[in-house]
Nanobody, 116 residues
Framework: QVQLVESGGGLVQAGGSLRLSCAAS????????IGWYRQAPGKQRELVAI??????NYADSVKGRFTISRDNAKNTVYLQMNSLKPEDAAVYYC???????????WGQGTQVTVSS
């Protein structure tokens, strides 16, 4: 079992920055990928960024502005969000994919609000 807790959301002005954290606990040794997703009201949940074996990938909408990273010692993955836009406002969730068992786990989400 894996438990995920997101934090770091809040209210920022357009052009500002936030760093989100996803702290993992439990059977973290079986995690192979972690992704950040976001969901705005009335919209589908969107994959924003993933990290796996040190490699990273980003949605086109956030490339050049967001950076996903990890701190293995703290079992934590971060999403650094710069140059925030109003369209970035959403609840952000982290998701962990494990290999044994093959399963995925969701955090509770953290709200990001961007004012214009």
């Amino acid at each position: 079992q894996v438990q995920l807790v997101e934090s770091g959301g809040g209210l920022v002005q357009a052009g500002g920055s936030l760093r989100l954290s996803c702290a993992a606990s439990g059977s973290t040794f079986n995690i192979i990928t972690i992704g950040w997703y976001r969901q705005a009201p009335g919209k589908q949940r969107e994959l924003v960024a993933i990290i796996s074996s040190g490699s990273t990938n980003y949605a086109d909408s956030v490339k050049g502005r967001f950076t996903i990273s990890r701190d293995n010692a703290k079992n934590t993955v971060y999403l650094q969000m710069n140059s925030l836009k109003p369209e970035d406002a959403a609840v952000y969730y982290c998701n962990a994919l494990s290999k044994q068992p093959l399963a995925s786990y969701w955090g509770q989400g953290t709200q990001v609000t961007v004012s214009s």
